[in-house]
């Protein structure tokens, strides 16, 4: 479940994967998080985190990147990327998870 994101008012997001040889692929509408596109690799590890155009943006070339991603037994955490589109700057900050 997925609550809150880019400032809209969130709700669950179901995302169907397909796999393309040894990477498992989300390459769908993500509604208030935009296009999501994912890829992950055979172990399991993040290789790519795209939402374009999310919603709350209000921007068709609006863009988050999640990069750089890293896992400790208990904590994920991965750089994040903004661009605001339409000229209006872009931000980067740290997304941190933890699981419980």
Do not use: W, Y
């Not at 399991?44 to 985190?49: D, I, K, N, R, Y």
């Not at 903004?82 to 997304?95: H, K, N, Q, R, W």
């Amino acid at each position: 479940m997925v609550r809150g994101g880019f400032g809209s008012a969130g709700g669950t997001v179901e995302l169907p994967f397909t796999l393309q040889g040894e990477n498992t692929v989300i390459d769908r509408d993500g509604d208030f998080l935009g296009a999501t596109k994912m890829t992950f690799s055979a172990d399991g590890s993040l290789v790519e985190a795209v939402f374009e155009a999310p919603p709350a943006f209000g921007t068709p070339d609006s863009k988050v990147t999640l990069e750089d991603f890293a896992f400790d037994g208990t904590t994920l955490t991965s750089a994040v990327k903004i661009d605001f589109g339409g000229g209006a700057g872009t931000a980067e900050s740290v997304l941190e998870s933890t699981c419980s």
